[in-house]
């Protein structure tokens, strides 16, 4: 069973930094695109960062993705972070057929 399993979640406050991860098991890691969304209360799901099979990385202002093959992890890297960005963030993997989601650890950024 495919399992997508995040974690670094957690408080911080406004400035600090935080660092997702997410480890992907009983797939393909390889082959799979690996994004990060983040889903705030009230709003709609959005899309934060993603990285390519092959490394190409892209991300919103601030936020940085990167992958790891040897261990079938994503990371979500947050250096600075901002009350705004307040929400739950979930790790996806797909490909042009498949797509799974992890349960999305809380990031709360407050003073």
């Known amino acids: 069973q495919v399992q997508l399993v995040e974690s670094g979640g957690g408080w911080v406050q406004p400035g600090g930094p935080l660092t997702l991860s997410c480890a992907a098991s009983?797939?393909?890691?390889?082959?799979?695109?690996m994004k990060w969304y983040r889903q705030a209360t009230g709003k709609e799901r959005e899309l934060v960062a993603s990285i390519s099979t092959g490394g190409t990385a892209n991300s919103v202002p601030r936020f940085f993705i990167s992958r790891d093959t040897a261990s079938n992890s994503a990371y979500l890297l947050m250096p600075s972070l901002k009350s705004e960005d307040t929400a739950t963030y979930y790790c996806?993997?797909?490909?042009?057929?498949?797509?799974?989601w992890g349960r999305g650890p809380q990031v709360t950024v407050s003073s």
């Open positions: 996806r993997a797909e490909t042009w057929i498949l797509k799974y």
């Open positions: 009983a797939l393909t890691y390889t082959s799979y695109v």
